[in-house]
């Protein structure tokens, strides 16, 4: 207890510039319990964070069977240990990344406890935040090798994960593009960084197609997208007959969604950010926060009864896009006080807190 404690304070201490850092755009809660980041932080790595069944210098994080380990853990890991300035952390996690590659060098989705592949190729979602990981930690660990690390990861998501001509993006390295694509791995404010970090104006016009994608798939009333769509926005997408309800709901893949298109206004202040999200928030200014559930049809209908970390989280985030501090509030006294122990909402929770606190800040 005492070394949770003390390795809590370290940690706040160190992170402390993080914790009240502002975005260009937006507004952070007035609530904030900062503290409550660093304790968070700890509790998440006793329980998920392992160095069994890896290499030597590697760690990984458990997955929802406490016994494999999926590439998009790693890259959240690698989000998460960034804005806690936990240098050690966050290269035991890219050593076990850079264990795992397939022949693209890009790491295999999913393996298991004893290092073994359990799941062939990669996952889109995962390599762009691994990217935006490397460069968030070289703006706040420093190291230089992470730059070139972020670059070289950047080319392979060009050449392997967006579909030529269209920029659509693909579901992994091996499958995806027009017919099959997923909105939740849609990350506008990374693309943008991207192209300023390679000069590349390819990374814009990603971007911009994810944009149109998501407002060709979403409902305009409610803001709400399914797991999986075709490039024109029609459901179901190829491919993935054992997706959850056929992929059609707004359920645990889109519910990503609002978290990945808010850093885009708080960053950049994209006005197309500011209208997905608004739409999100009214439609959560209906329900209220305390009545949100694990799963709707896009026309706002629930089919669920569960309050989950992964959605309350996600749809906090949307809110500070907001004018409305007490709504914003709201979102945050919620998702800090939403608790489901299991790896997906833990670690949703954890990177919806931190960025509600003000941490998950722009490369520049």
Aim: charged content about 20%.
């Amino acid at each position: 207890m005492i070394l949770t404690i003390l390795t809590s304070f370290l940690l706040f201490i160190s992170c402390s510039d993080t914790f009240r850092s502002n975005y260009a755009y937006g507004k952070l809660p007035t609530n904030l319990e900062t503290a409550r980041i660093a304790d968070t932080y700890t509790i998440w790595k006793d329980k998920y964070v392992t160095a069994d069944g890896c290499p030597e210098g590697a760690k990984r994080i458990l997955f929802d069977d406490m016994s494999h380990t999926v590439s998009e853990g790693i890259g959240y890991g690698m989000l998460i240990s960034a804005m806690m300035k936990d240098k050690a952390t966050f290269d035991a996690f890219y050593t076990y990344y850079n264990a795992h590659l397939d022949p693209n060098g890009l790491m295999h989705w999913k393996i298991d406890a004893n290092g073994k592949r359990a799941g062939d190729n990669a996952a889109t979602d995962a390599d762009v935040d691994v990217a935006y990981a490397l460069l968030l930690a070289h703006k706040l660990i420093g190291n230089e090798s992470y730059l070139a690390e972020a670059k070289k990861i950047i080319k392979l998501i060009k050449k392997y994960m967006v579909e030529p001509k269209t920029y659509v993006l693909k579901a992994g390295d091996a499958w995806g593009g027009s017919m099959t694509t997923n909105p939740s791995y849609f990350a506008p404010a990374y693309f943008k960084v991207f192209a300023e970090v390679t000069n590349d104006d390819f990374w814009h016009k990603v971007s911009d197609t994810c944009y149109d994608i998501l407002f060709k798939s979403w409902n305009s009333k409610t803001g709400l997208v399914p797991d999986w769509c075709k490039a024109d926005g029609t459901t179901p997408a190829d491919n993935v007959s054992w997706a959850k309800y056929e992929g059609k709901a707004y359920y645990y893949d889109a519910a990503r969604t609002p978290w990945r298109i808010a850093k885009d206004y708080v960053w950049f202040g994209d006005e197309r950010a500011e209208k997905y999200c608004n739409v999100v928030n009214r439609f959560i200014e209906k329900i209220g926060f305390p009545n949100i559930t694990d799963g709707y049809n896009l026309n706002g209908s629930t089919f669920r009864t569960k309050k989950t970390s992964a959605f309350v989280g996600c749809f906090a985030v949307a809110t500070l896009v907001s004018n409305n501090q007490q709504l914003i509030d709201a979102a945050y006294a919620e998702n800090i006080n939403t608790f489901n122990d299991s790896y997906f909402n833990d670690i949703l929770r954890l990177l919806t807190l931190q960025m509600q606190h003000g941490m998950f800040v722009r490369y520049e």
